[in-house]
């Protein structure tokens, strides 16, 4: 074999290799939800989040997560561009409004994360993405990122909903990074209890009552000596995080933890749009 056919053969192995490699990695299906939106009422002040799952164009196996939430002033836009078959992290970026704006995009790449945080010089800087950049800096992931799979705090919700749906005593760990921290999360399924819900379907008919549930509990524990303080948080919850999914649909009913200066607190669904209301 000549050394032109030889470079000609182990381009087409390398080639046929990769397409079996991603064709025998299986894609999950969207969830039926294209948008869900809980609702947290304590003392004056109302949160509220919705969270989307979409698909990414021209690329099946990727899809991207997000998340707006509020409260009082306050807001943040999240998104995360991630594996759909394995909820790894790609890229992500959270934009915080409030007394104080900021900017802070992820890049996971192979080996570190590329961690930049924009701010505005004026009042009139209304264009996030052409603020000043204040610093950028490079995370180099933790030894244990090569076991598990690296995700961000709201992917927890879509891991969540697709390990309860393999039913109860199943579980999973992730790798969670936050801003400087990184935590292991230990996911495990199970039977829930019944939920009163009370929530909007939109183009439909109001759901109200009491659904049987699958439960997930979700364990975090700091992987390395945390960077800064404890920042690991679900939709505002800390502690042991549960998550009560409806056993008939699927839907994420409610989200109990700990909440700061209220304690053990409960977000239940509001709303929810199903997917075909959207195409």
């Known amino acids: 074999m000549t050394k032109l056919a030889r470079i000609l053969f182990i381009n087409a192995f390398v080639a046929f290799t990769s397409v079996a490699q991603?064709?025998?990695?299986?894609?999950?299906?969207?969830?039926?939800?294209?948008?869900?939106?809980?609702?947290?009422?304590?003392?004056?002040?109302v949160a509220r989040s919705r969270i989307e799952v979409l698909p990414v164009a021209d690329d099946p196996a990727v899809w991207e997560?997000?998340?707006?939430?509020?409260?009082?002033?306050?807001?943040?836009?999240?998104?995360?561009n991630f594996e759909a078959a394995t909820g790894r992290a790609l890229t992500r970026s959270r934009l915080s409004q409030g007394k104080?704006?900021?900017?802070?995009?992820?890049?996971?790449?192979?080996?570190?994360?590329?961690?930049?945080?924009?701010?505005?010089?004026?009042?009139?800087?209304?264009?996030?993405?052409?603020?000043l950049a204040t610093s950028r800096t490079e995370l180099v992931y933790p030894a244990?990122?090569?076991?598990?799979?690296?995700?961000?705090?709201?992917?927890?919700?879509?891991?969540?909903?697709?390990?309860?749906?393999?039913?109860?005593?199943?579980?999973?760990?992730?790798l969670v990074h936050t801003d400087l921290n990184f935590y292991r999360v230990h996911l495990t399924s199970g039977n829930g209890i019944p939920i009163p819900v009370n929530y909007d379907i939109t183009g439909?008919?109001?759901?109200?009552?009491?659904?049987?549930?699958?439960?997930?509990?979700?364990?975090?524990?700091?992987?390395?000596?945390?960077?800064?303080?404890?920042?690991?948080?679900?939709l505002g919850l800390t502690g042991e995080i549960i998550l009560f999914f409806d056993r008939a649909t699927g839907l994420p009913l409610q989200i109990r933890g700990q909440a700061p200066r209220i304690g053990g607190t409960e977000i239940n669904l509001k709303s929810v749009t199903m997917r075909e209301a959207k195409l």
């Open 22 to 45: 991603a064709a025998a990695i299986e894609v999950p299906q969207l969830p039926e939800w294209l948008a869900v939106e809980f609702e947290q009422k304590a003392f004056w002040a």
């Open 65 to 80: 997560l997000f998340v707006q939430s509020s409260v009082v002033n306050n807001s943040e836009s999240v998104r995360v």
């Open 100 to 131: 104080q704006q900021r900017l802070k995009s992820y890049e996971y790449e192979a080996d570190f994360i590329v961690r930049e945080r924009r701010e505005p010089l004026t009042s009139d800087d209304t264009v996030a993405q052409d603020w």
């Open 144 to 174: 244990s990122a090569s076991e598990v799979v690296v995700t961000t705090p709201y992917m927890l919700l879509l891991l969540a909903q697709q390990l309860q749906a393999q039913g109860p005593g199943e579980s999973m760990d992730v």
């Open 204 to 234: 439909q008919d109001r759901a109200a009552g009491t659904r049987e549930t699958l439960a997930v509990a979700i364990h975090a524990e700091p992987d390395t000596m945390l960077e800064k303080k404890d920042d690991f948080r679900l």
